[in-house]
């Protein structure tokens, strides 16, 4: 199945990956568990500081929908129950917990084989009491992806678009999409049987809706698991290496020929739900063996590493405990990126735990990281010839610069996927994703 | 609150995304278009001998020199190093004769720098092309100097071409069509003819057009848009009337239609960013050339063609493709 719509973007060299796709990292000796995403929106934690806990056991959990429950990653002892930084520099309540360094279950984990089975409600459930999140952007609990909205959104009920859409397309997203992820393509290559039980799970959770496998160019898709998935019905969509490819608001639009309509919209919206291939398997290993997520792969690169290495690593890691066990990295980095090289954040210490949401760790030496200068936009195009979302960013950042932002939002500046496309070609090397954000971010104070 | 992490340990840089960046810079941008014109200037040295080489130096110096005047003078960082004016100075000699005195090269390049790019405050932020500012007010000033033309005398090789004694523009303008009919239409494209250094020669014009091109430092629009526009808009008045106008070919072998195309009207600020609006530049500027090179005051319509099109630059800009999630507005 070939493209519905081509795009605009960039092409990067392509990146080697270095062989086995998975390795499973080292215990950590510690791990640090955040209670949420940010400050005001934690789970109450249920565990107190002394207590004895077990891999899997829960720590913490809400009745928010939207929170998803925190689990033990490690056996050990609670130490302390404390605000800890995240990775956007805010302060979540975290529970952080000493290893004993053997690593007890909570329960057995029991595969059961007829999960497919059981009724829509009990998948449901085993998927939130799992904790499993679909990394995002936006970052939800899967199972809040799963479930069919339930307000109508005005806005689009005013301009035609059918209110509150069932979902009607299941997109697994594949593609790496950045330099410095490698780890979709990993697990369609070794995980093919929870690909497969996966897909079956959301054919049944989502009864009508199709499904399409979305991969990258470079065949990642065995033969056995390409007919299995024609039993299935499933359709695969072989897209070029091209970024920002594996982006949502592109990807959607690749596959389906719909746009998500932005400012305020979501995929819900157009019937879309997108899911991570990684977060699949985590789908699979919560409702076949009732296991919380208690682990992320992810991939680290950088800093005079020759090739993408993927890592199984126990959430709540602490980065620098990771990087010195790991022991992969050859030089000194001075920058340390959560997520991919193009829209990761850069963290500004190593003592950031690995969440649900960390899908990879860029690290980069002083001749790697890249600065940005405060030089004049010349007006070359560049930008403009490449934005996936066919904005003029030249203009959007002089305005953001000169804090024209009603302008610049005239101008679409809330159309902007964040891809950050524009800062990559600028030859003056502006910060154009920075500009682009502060100026959402003035706005979104009005 | 106490501090959940110290922050004594070293330091990590910060910095938003992306944390990749292309290698192209603005001055790759400009010394590749600066290698992409040594063709032209090389055919100029070979057609006009070292007159030309030491014109292209007088203008280029001069550029650098104005430029780190001006950047001094109104407290900016000095970037002669990006290469914009010395490539503000190779252009402005490409369009001259070889033949004009220095210090109109040096008047012309001064104005260029100065009043068509600095004052609006530097790279990018002046509306017209600086180059052709710097020619218009040279040739409106000193007509006469700007308008001495040599014949040309390649350095090896080639036998002069002798056949006509003005550049081909003013010989139908003056003398009308018949003084161009053995005129081989070789000596055009090669360049073996009177004019300006850098025009002549529509070959090595085209040799640093398609490395730009093939380099992506421009895009196709403007050239061809440009081109085509012009060609077939002489092409329908050849073929109403063949006795007044010429071939439409000989008209874009002519005259600084190639250079113009390449290299003037895809300057870096002057000119629209979106696609549509490149096309439309492009038409606009190859019809003006012809409506002035037909029935005009001048005798080369390019750099005016150019000029006016840059002025409605801003205007073109707003013809856009459409964005990414744009729903219909509601009346
Ligand atoms: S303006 Fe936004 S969408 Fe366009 S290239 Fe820049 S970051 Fe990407
Ligand atoms: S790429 Fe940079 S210099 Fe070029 S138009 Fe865009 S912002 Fe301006």
């Given at each position: 199945m070939g493209p519905k719509a081509s795009f605009r973007g960039v092409s990067f060299p392509p990146q080697k990956v270095s062989n086995p796709a998975i390795e499973d990292a080292p215990l950590p000796q510690r791990v640090v568990l955040p209670l949420g995403e940010d400050r005001d929106r934690v789970c109450q934690p249920v565990v107190e500081v002394g207590e004895q806990v077990k891999t899997g056991q829960l720590v913490g959990q809400s009745a928010d929908f939207l929170l998803a429950p925190v689990h033990s990653?490690?056996?050990?002892?609670?130490?302390d129950i404390r605000p800890w930084f995240d990775q956007k520099g805010g302060e979540v309540l975290s529970v952080i917990v000493e290893s004993?360094?053997?690593?007890?279950?909570?329960?057995?984990l029991r595969s059961d084989?007829?999960?497919?089975?059981?009724a829509t409600v009990q998948i449901l459930a085993d998927l939130k009491a799992s904790?499993?999140?679909?990394?995002?952007?936006?970052?939800?609990?899967l199972h809040a992806k799963f479930a069919q909205p339930e307000r109508p959104k005005e806005f689009l009920f005013l301009v035609g678009i059918?209110?509150?859409?069932?979902?009607d397309t299941v997109i697994i997203?594949?593609?790496?999409?950045?330099?410095?992820?490698?780890?979709k393509k990993a697990i369609l290559q070794k995980n093919s049987s929870e690909i497969l039980a996966g897909i079956k799970i959301i054919q049944k959770l989502l009864g009508s809706a199709r499904v399409v496998l979305a991969v990258g160019?470079?065949?990642?898709?065995n033969s056995p698991l390409t007919s299995e998935l024609a039993g299935l019905g499933v359709r695969v969509f072989q897209g070029k290496?091209?970024?920002?490819?594996?982006?949502n608001p592109i990807l959607i639009k690749c596959v389906t020929?719909?746009?998500?309509?932005?400012?305020?919209?979501?995929?819900q919206d157009i019937g879309v739900a997108v899911v991570d291939a990684v977060t699949l398997v985590h789908l699979v290993e919560a409702v076949?063996?009732?296991?919380?997520?208690v682990e992320k792969v992810v991939s680290v690169s950088g800093a005079g590493m020759s090739a993408v290495k993927n890592f199984k690593v126990r959430l709540g890691t602490v980065i620098s405990d990771l990087v010195e066990q790991l022991e992969v990295l050859k030089g000194e980095p001075v920058k340390v990126i959560?997520?991919?090289?193009?829209?990761?954040d850069a963290l500004f210490s190593a003592d950031i735990p690995v969440t649900k949401e960390t899908d990879a760790l860029v690290f980069q030496t002083a001749g790697e990281a890249k600065s940005f200068s405060p030089d004049a936009c010349i007006n070359c195009g560049m930008c403009v010839r490449h934005c996936p979302a066919k904005l003029l960013p030249n203009e959007l950042s002089k305005y953001c610069e000169f804090s024209m932002f009603e302008e610049a939002r005239d101008e679409?500046?809330?159309?902007?996927?964040?891809?950050?496309i524009c800062a990559y070609v600028c030859p003056e090397k502006r910060p154009m994703l920075h500009l682009m954000r502060y100026g959402k971010r003035e706005l979104s104070l009005v | 609150m106490d501090r959940a992490i110290s922050l004594g340990k070293p330091m990590l840089r910060v910095s938003v995304a992306p944390h990749i960046l292309q290698k192209i810079t603005t001055s790759n941008l400009m010394y590749n278009t600066l290698i992409a014109l040594v063709p032209a200037l090389l055919a100029g040295i070979y057609f006009f001998g070292f007159a030309a080489l030491k014109l292209a130096l007088i203008c280029m110096v001069t550029a650098v020199a104005c430029e780190a005047g001006m950047q001094g003078l109104t407290g900016r960082?000095?970037?002669?190093?990006?290469?914009s004016g010395l490539l503000l100075g190779l252009l402005f000699a490409l369009i001259?004769?070889?033949?004009?005195p220095w210090w109109t090269a040096v008047a012309g390049t001064a104005i260029a720098v100065i009043?068509?790019?600095?004052?609006?405050?530097?790279l990018g932020n002046n509306p017209f092309n600086p180059v052709l500012v710097g020619w218009a007010v040279a040739r409106i000033s000193w007509s006469d100097h700007m308008t001495t033309w040599i014949m040309p005398e390649p350095l090896f090789g080639l036998e002069p071409g002798?056949?006509?004694?003005?550049p081909p523009l003013e010989v139908i303008r003056?003398?009308?069509?018949?003084?161009?009919?053995?005129?081989p239409w070789l000596d055009l494209f090669i360049g073996?003819?009177?004019?300006?250094i850098g025009t002549v020669s529509v070959a090595a014009v085209l040799i640093g057009g398609i490395y730009l091109l093939a380099r992506r430092i421009i895009t196709w629009h403007v050239p061809v848009s440009f081109l085509a526009s012009a060609w077939l808009f002489g092409l329908i008045f050849w073929l109403i009337d063949p006795e007044t106008y010429a071939n439409p070919t000989i008209y874009i072998l002519s005259g600084w239609m190639v250079l113009g195309a390449f290299f003037l009207a895809t300057d870096?600020?002057?000119?629209?960013?979106t696609g549509p609006g490149m096309i439309i530049f492009g038409i606009g500027c190859g019809l003006i050339t012809m409506i002035i090179r037909y029935?005009?005051?001048?005798?080369?319509g390019v750099a005016f063609a150019i000029l006016l099109m840059n002025a409605t630059t801003p205007l073109l800009d707003r013809v856009r493709p459409r964005v990414y999630g744009r729903v219909k507005e509601v009346a």
């Open positions: 990653s490690i056996s050990g002892r609670v130490t004993d360094g053997i690593d007890s279950w909570q329960e057995e084989e007829r999960f497919l089975e059981r904790g499993v999140v679909e990394i995002g952007p936006p970052a939800m609990p059918p209110r509150a859409k069932m979902v997203n594949g593609i790496d999409a950045e330099p410095g992820m490698a780890t160019s470079n065949g990642s898709l290496d091209k970024y920002p490819l594996g982006l020929g719909r746009e998500i309509p932005l400012p305020d919209g979501s995929e076949r063996d009732r296991k919380p997520q959560a997520g991919g090289a193009m829209t990761g679409y500046l809330l159309h902007c996927i964040e891809c950050g | 960082k000095l970037a002669i190093k990006n290469g001259c004769s070889p033949e004009i009043l068509g790019r600095e004052i609006y405050g530097g002798g056949y006509i004694e003005y003056v003398d009308g069509l018949e003084a161009l009919v053995d005129l073996n003819v009177p004019g300006t870096k600020g002057t000119v629209p960013v029935w005009g005051g001048f005798v080369d």
